[in-house]
T-cell receptor, first 115, second 111 residues
Framework: EPEVTQTPSHQVTQMGQEVILRCVPI?????FYWYRQILGQKVEFLVS????????KSEIFDDQFSVERPDGSNFTLKIRSTKLEDSAMYFC?????????????FGPGTRLLVL | RKEVEQDPGPFNVPEGATVAFNCTYS??????FFWYRQDCRKEPKLLMS???SGNEDGRFTAQLNRASQYISLLIRDSKLSDSATYLC????????????FGAGTRLFVKA
């Protein structure tokens, strides 16, 4: 069964450093998402991406964040200058697109720790 | 008022019990509804979509009440493996589509 994959599984970085989190969505999916989950808290929507552009973003997704689909298979989340409060699990998700195909499939996540 | 609200629990039930969770949502422009389960430190996994007519999948039954703006999940004959956090997920159409997760309801099923 096809699945969403994410790398790395864990990332430790120093405050102020840039990080890039990588995701490979399911191959025939058209919509891509990033979420984060701070330890002990709920899953929070960051951004959705369709047709090579951002379709929706939350208040969390400020100028420090960017997304890219550089090569038609990878979908990346960049945090330009990490802060302590960026420490969280980051989940990528994808879905096929089309009406009645709104179920999102999640990757296993990248656990980011900012020191 | 939170956009999607759930009782955090925990619900502690014996094996074989029936347990029900509710979730309320605040925005009447809500479009789609789902229940996901999340095991500790893992990704959310789809349990079932929720339709207006209600739907059942084995031991799991989901209901949607648009007038009262809540959805429910019923688990019959609980198994130890049902122990997890159950996440209510609502997609709002407010010009764009926003996916909002509830904080989850924790379930412990004990032998």
């Amino acid at each position: 069964e096809p699945e969403v994959t994410q790398t790395p599984s864990h990332q430790v970085t120093q405050m102020g450093q840039e990080v890039i989190l990588r995701c490979v969505p399911i191959s025939n999916h058209l919509y891509f998402y990033w979420y984060r989950q701070i330890l002990g808290q709920k899953v929070e929507f960051l951004v959705s991406f369709y047709n090579n552009e951002i379709s929706e973003k939350s208040e969390i997704f400020d100028d420090q964040f960017s997304v890219e689909r550089p090569d038609g298979s990878n979908f990346t989340l960049k945090i330009r200058s990490t802060k302590l409060e960026d420490s969280a699990m980051y989940f990528c998700a994808s879905r096929p697109g089309g009406r009645h195909q709104e179920t999102q499939y999640f990757g296993p996540g990248t656990r980011l720790l900012v020191l | 008022r939170k956009e999607v609200e759930q009782d955090p629990g925990p619900f502690n039930v014996p094996e074989g019990a029936t347990v029900a969770f509710n979730c309320t949502y605040s925005n009447s422009a809500s479009q789609s509804f789902f229940w996901y389960r999340q095991d500790c430190r893992k990704e959310p996994k789809l349990l079932m979509s929720v339709y207006s007519s209600g739907n059942e999948d084995g031991r799991f039954t989901a209901q949607l009440n648009r007038a009262s703006q809540y959805i429910s999940l019923l688990i019959r004959d609980s198994k130890l493996s049902d122990s997890a956090t159950y996440l209510c997920v609502v997609i709002f159409n407010t010009g764009g589509f926003k996916t909002i997760f509830g904080a989850g309801t924790r379930l412990f099923v004990k032998a």
